[in-house]
């Protein structure tokens, strides 16, 4: 199945990356809590408040189950569902096809095998997806979807690469300090490594950073476990924290991600990529000088 193509200027996808461009990640957050919560909370049973960090305080209506925020205890950074949601269109290749935003990818339903080296899956009581019935999935459900509903799940003999791009007049901001994080990536499992290379946008061009090698090692866990179709128990969720410092000198603005596997690094399954995107300068802007004439019209015609 062929992908269609992404935005204007997207950077063309690569699995390699040479080993003198990589630089392993450096923040080791010690402690992490995921708050999932749905949206009606009157109705939902509440669990304990007073629980320690890297705990999960959950509330159920049904089988909803919404992340309300993931804080990175320690740093003061704190990520909510809006922030896992902020992208806008993916691309994935994979075993020589590539795969666009809303193309069906074909999924494995239950445990019975593993068809297929990378496809999107769901929690075994979230909302089916649209492609349930012809077993298919979309990279837009998977990230602009609940967070802990559906993920993309891999194998170990899998090699892919993930695109992922935040709306246009929209970047990844620097808060010019290496020790807390602008990018939060959950991956269900913890038992598998990750790679991941930031996309800049100047003057027209569109190019990648130095990859930044995440190791399982450095995942902590969320106290949150998930189980899918495709696997028989629930397993734990860890995440990363990532600092943008960590891709070096960055010339433009970061408008996506550019997130690999490769055989090696042991079939990681994605969950879900949060990050504090903000409107370009230029953007704001744009507005302001918008919204100053909607004002200067409203005064002449009172």
């Given at each position: 199945m062929g992908g269609g193509a992404l935005g204007t200027g997207f950077a063309p996808l690569s699995l390699g990356s040479s080993p003198e461009s990589e630089t392993v990640i450096i923040m080791n957050l010690s402690r992490i809590s995921l708050l999932a919560l749905t949206a009606a909370l009157g109705a939902a049973s509440m669990a304990n408040n007073n629980l320690p960090v890297n705990q999960i305080l959950t509330a159920t209506q049904g089988d909803e189950l919404s992340l309300v925020s993931l804080t990175m205890t320690g740093t003061g950074v704190v990520?909510?569902?809006?922030?896992?949601?902020?992208?806008?269109?993916?691309?994935?290749?994979?075993?020589?096809?590539?795969?666009?935003?809303?193309d069906p990818i074909k999924r494995d339903m239950n445990t019975s095998g593993n068809k297929y080296a990378v496809n999107p899956d769901r929690r075994d009581n979230a909302k089916p997806m649209a492609g349930e019935s012809s077993s298919t999935g979309t990279l837009r459900e998977v990230f602009t979807a609940r967070p802990l509903d559906y993920i993309l799940d891999s194998e170990d003999c899998a090699s892919w690469s993930l695109d992922l791009k935040l709306g246009n007049g929209q970047y990844i901001k620097s808060d010019k300090n290496s020790k807390t994080p602008e990018i939060a990536i959950l991956e269900r499992g913890m038992n598998s490594d990750l790679k991941v290379k930031a996309i800049v946008s100047n003057g027209g061009q569109i190019t990648t950073t130095k990859s930044v090698f995440l190791s399982r090692t450095a995942q902590r866990y969320t106290n949150f476990k998930m189980d899918t179709l495709e696997i028989a128990g629930a397993q734990k969720v860890g995440v990363w924290g990532l600092s943008l410092d960590s891709f070096g000198p960055i010339e433009g603005q970061v408008i996506g991600l550019q997130i690999s596997s490769d055989a090696s690094y042991g079939g990681p399954d994605l969950v879900g990529v949060a990050t504090n995107a903000v409107p370009e300068p230029g953007t704001m802007i744009a507005l302001g000088a918008g919204l100053a004439a909607l004002a200067r019209r409203r005064r002449k015609t009172a």
């Open positions: 990520f909510t569902e809006e922030d896992f949601r902020r992208w806008e269109d993916a691309r994935l290749a994979t075993g020589g096809k590539t795969y666009g935003w809303i």
